[in-house]
């Protein structure tokens, strides 16, 4: 069935093209539907596709070949228009009225050439035939698998525990509303109800974040969680007129195991970190506290507020954790404490200074990883400052399994490091597979707006 393109008016086939741009293929995506079956989808295959190229008023199919594929998104050519073309079009090989070869006859469909070239060849069966030799087509059950593959554990009036957007280093008790494309929107529990109903503090994650946990994590592992007001009357808002259930540690993607028996990370250790409030910064940051299951609290070193606000929770598995001369080693500025200076700062000097040591590298989780990203590739990507929002963006570096991204027509004050197997990148064509709204890049009017301080507010001003 055909859903309505939810992105207004932003088309990814003329963006790829304008910028002559490859997309990163879905095989990438180890998170998304299909991406097993993937490998599988190349250029050349046959489909048989809704023919929109006919008077006629009943639904009829064409054999059209594959002549391009970006993410979820094939450039289609209609058999019969040879090296015209033309009248390629652009579909979404996941919602799109696509059928393996041999669809019609099993379903009493008929095929019928589009208009332009019925005149062309008089006699079409010998003709397709001829083509259709050797012809690779799309599984069977392509759309069944794909329908399997975006089943979620989750569902509204689940209960979670999540880092509180309004002080990251303690985690809140949410409720989730919404579910898109395996992408969540969570309320907290006591985030209270404008004069119109609307909530006043929500967070949106991808099930598989390491921002979420099931509920008692924060005590179990020693995480500071905020205690719900109990005052605040959520009643009144769908998610909470659910009966509502505590969610558990099998919804949750499982982390790598660490030992921590035997020279595991110290407080006071010092590392490089991806600043968690500035995701294209790569600091200078310490250890502050170890916690139970591999987790810690890392502070960046230098803009401390003293009171372990500022303090985040990464697990001692995460990319964002590296080990001291990473960047040097790979050509990353590193971003250093106020009044240090780029061209005399080494870390031999200042781990005397400090009197710290250095986490020892072993402890890092910097597998490299045949990931198949590549720089200028596109993608759809979370802003996870402002993680409501998947937009439009580019592959800009690849180093090891980090992936340096940015946001088409954006400045690079907004580019951000992820991991190659982030939940929160998709492949293009993600969003309109889903439903999910996908934030087309700013014209050159707005480029120059710079971020707004990220406030409590579920309102994403955009
Ligand atoms: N309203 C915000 C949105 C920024 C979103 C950028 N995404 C790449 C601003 O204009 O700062």
């Not at 929109?52 to 979820?72: D, E, F, S």
Request: charged content about 25%; aromatic content about 10%; hydrophobic content about 40%.
């Amino acid at each position: 069935a055909f859903r309505k393109d939810a992105n207004s008016g932003f088309n990814w086939g003329l963006h790829l093209e304008k910028h002559s741009c490859l997309a990163a293929p879905v095989s990438c995506f180890r998170h998304v539907p299909l991406c097993a079956q993937w490998e599988d989808i190349e250029v050349g295959l046959q489909v048989e596709v809704l023919n929109t190229r006919t008077a006629l008023l009943t639904k009829v199919y064409w054999i059209a070949t594959v002549i391009r594929l970006a993410g979820y998104k094939a450039l289609l050519r209609y058999i019969g228009f040879e090296d015209d073309g033309s009248y390629d079009f652009w579909c979404n090989l996941g919602i799109a009225d696509v059928h393996p070869i041999g669809w019609c006859a099993v379903n009493s469909k008929l095929l019928v050439p589009p208009q332009e070239i019925n005149k062309r060849i008089s006699d079409w069966k010998p003709y397709l035939r001829q083509k259709l030799v050797g012809a690779s087509t799309i599984p069977v059950d392509f759309h069944v698998m794909m329908a399997d593959s975006m089943k979620c554990p989750f569902r509204q009036g689940v209960r979670v525990e999540v880092v509180d957007r309004s002080l990251v280093s303690r985690t809140r008790t949410a409720v989730v509303d919404t579910v898109i494309g395996g992408r969540l929107r969570l309320i907290y529990e006591d985030a209270g109800l404008g004069a119109s109903g609307e909530v006043l503090s929500d967070f949106w994650c991808h099930m598989l974040s390491p921002l979420i946990h099931p509920i008692n994590w924060s005590v179990r592992v020693g995480h500071l969680i905020k205690e719900t007001d109990k005052s605040v009357d959520m009643s009144s808002h769908p998610a909470f007129r659910k009966v509502l259930c505590d969610s558990v540690q099998s919804q949750f993607k499982k982390l790598r195991t660490v030992y921590m028996e035997g020279g595991f990370f110290k407080e006071g250790m010092k590392l490089e970190a991806i600043d968690p409030l500035n995701l294209g910064n790569i600091c200078v940051a310490s250890v502050r506290k170890v916690l139970f299951d591999g987790y810690l609290m890392v502070s960046i070193d230098g803009v401390e507020t003293g009171d372990g606000s500022d303090w985040f929770c990464y697990h001692a598995s995460s990319h964002a954790i590296l080990p001291t001369g990473y960047c040097r080693s790979n050509d990353i500025p590193l971003t250093l404490p106020p009044g240090y200076d780029q061209a005399t700062f080494t870390w031999t000097k200042y781990l005397k200074e400090m009197g710290a040591e250095a986490a020892p590298r072993r402890l890092f989780n910097t597998d490299v990883v045949e990931h198949g990203f590549a720089p200028g590739m596109k993608l759809e990507a979370v802003d996870l400052m402002e993680p409501l929002l998947v937009c439009v963006a580019t592959v800009q570096r690849c180093v090891g399994r980090l992936l340096l991204l940015h946001f088409d027509g954006w400045e690079s004050e907004f580019d951000q490091w992820v991991d190659c197997e982030s939940p929160d990148i998709y492949p293009v064509g993600w969003c309109e597979l889903t439903g999910y709204q996908l934030q087309p890049p700013i014209g050159p009017e707005r480029k120059y707006i710079k971020r707004k301080t990220s406030d409590d507010s579920s309102k994403t001003s955009a």
